[in-house]
C-alpha cells in the first residue's frame, strides 16, 4: 500500500488539540532506498565461510572502507577551507568556479557548454529533482525505466505526475524497448528519462540505441533527461557516449555529480547540463534557474 492510500485519523489530543494532518505531498513521498540506508549496514557471511562478505546492494562505495577518495580531492577541500573564501552563500546555481570546471569537463564538439549551462544541485538525486520538477506539471506524466532507479518513481509521484515504465529488455542487455516506450506516449507526456549507463542494471548503451531513443524524442518532439551518474564507469572494451553529444535537435537535461566517480556521495556535489542547442529550453532554463534558490545551492 503506498503512503497516500493511508488515511490520517483525527485524534483527540489533550487539550483540546486534533491530530494536524501531514500534507499530501508529503504523504506521497516514499524513497525505498533512503529506507533501506538509514539501517545499520550488516556485514554479510554465509554457513559455508566465514569471510566477511561485501554487499553489493547499496551503491555507496564507502560503505565497506575499500574504496578512497583520492588525496588530491582531499587536499583541494583543505585548501578551499583554509582560504576562508568560501564560507559564505554561494550563487543559488552554484558557485561560477565550480560551474566553469564541469563546462570545460563536458564540453563536446557536437554538445558544447558553458558555464551558464551548469546548474550546480545537491547530489545527482537533487539534479533528478529539478529535473523532474522542471520539465514535469501535475496531471502529466513521464517516461521511467524498468527495472529503474527508485528515487523516480518517488519524486515524480510526490508531485502527482503519472509515472508510466518502459520496459528494458534483459535478452538485450538491458536495452530500452522502444516499441513499448512509444506506446506509453500521448499528448500529457512532458518527458522521457534515461539511466545510461544504467542503475540497477550495469547495461552501457550502444550509439545506435541512444539514437533510435533520439529518433523517438525527435519524433514526438518530447525533452529527453539523460541520468549519467555513471559515466564512463563501463566495462572493459565498452565505451561510454553521452546522449547528448549524438543529436544537434532534441534538448537534453544531463544529470550527474562526483558521489561515484569520486567516491564521496555524501558531499552532495551533483549537477544539470543544460543541453540546447536551438534554444528551445528558454523557459526551462529560467525554470532551473528559479528552482535553485530553494536551496541557494550545494
Given at each position: ?13 489533550p ?6 494532518p501531514?500534507?499530501?505531498?508529503s ?5 525505498p ?12 557471511s ?43 552563500y554561494?550563487?543559488s ?17 557536437q ?15 537533487g ?6 520538477s ?6 502529466q ?6 527495472p529503474?532507479?527508485c ?22 542487455n ?11 506516449i ?16 550495469g ?9 533510435a531513443?533520439?529518433?523517438?524524442c ?34 537534453i ?46
Amino acid at each position: 500500500m503506498s503512503p497516500s492510500a493511508i488515511a490520517t485519523p483525527s485524534v483527540s489530543q489533550p487539550g483540546g488539540w486534533d491530530a494536524v494532518p501531514a500534507s499530501e505531498v508529503s504523504r506521497r513521498t516514499f524513497n525505498p532506498i533512503r529506507d533501506v540506508l538509514s539501517r545499520p549496514v550488516q556485514p554479510l557471511s554465509t554457513p559455508k565461510s566465514t569471510e566477511e562478505i561485501i554487499s553489493l546492494s547499496i551503491g555507496d562505495p564507502t560503505v565497506f572502507g575499500n574504496f578512497k577518495t583520492h588525496p588530491v580531492v582531499v587536499e583541494a577541500v583543505e585548501e578551499a577551507i583554509r582560504s576562508y573564501a568560501f564560507n559564505g552563500y554561494p550563487p543559488s546555481v552554484g558557485v561560477p568556479q565550480a560551474r566553469e570546471a564541469i563546462a570545460k569537463k563536458y564540453s563536446h564538439p557536437q554538445a558544447p557548454l558553458t558555464a551558464d549551462d551548469v546548474v550546480m544541485a545537491s547530489g545527482c538525486s537533487g539534479a533528478v529533482e529539478m529535473a523532474i520538477s522542471v520539465l514535469c506539471n501535475e496531471g502529466q506524466n513521464i517516461l521511467l525505466p524498468r527495472p529503474g532507479f527508485c528515487l523516480y518513481n518517488t519524486v515524480a509521484g510526490s508531485r502527482n505526475v503519472e509515472t508510466r515504465l518502459y520496459n528494458l529488455l534483459a535478452e538485450k542487455n538491458w536495452e530500452a524497448d522502444i516499441d513499448h516506450m512509444e506506446s506509453l506516449i500521448d499528448r500529457n507526456t512532458a518527458a522521457i528519462l534515461i539511466n545510461n549507463p544504467s542503475n540497477p542494471c550495469g547495461s552501457n548503451f550502444t550509439k545506435a540505441h541512444l539514437k533510435a531513443i533520439l529518433d523517438l524524442c525527435e519524433r514526438h518532439k518530447i525533452p529527453l533527461i539523460s541520468d549519467e551518474i555513471y559515466a564512463d564507469m563501463v566495462f572493459s572494451g565498452q565505451v561510454f557516449t553521452s546522449t547528448a553529444t549524438l543529436t544537434s535537435t532534441v534538448p537534453i537535461l544531463t544529470l550527474s555529480g562526483l558521489a561515484k566517480q569520486w567516491l564521496v556521495p555524501g558531499w552532495r556535489i551533483g549537477w544539470i547540463l543544460i543541453n540546447d542547442r536551438n534554444n528551445v529550453f528558454e523557459n526551462v532554463r529560467r525554470g532551473l534557474f528559479a528552482l535553485s534558490t530553494l536551496i541557494n545551492g550545494p
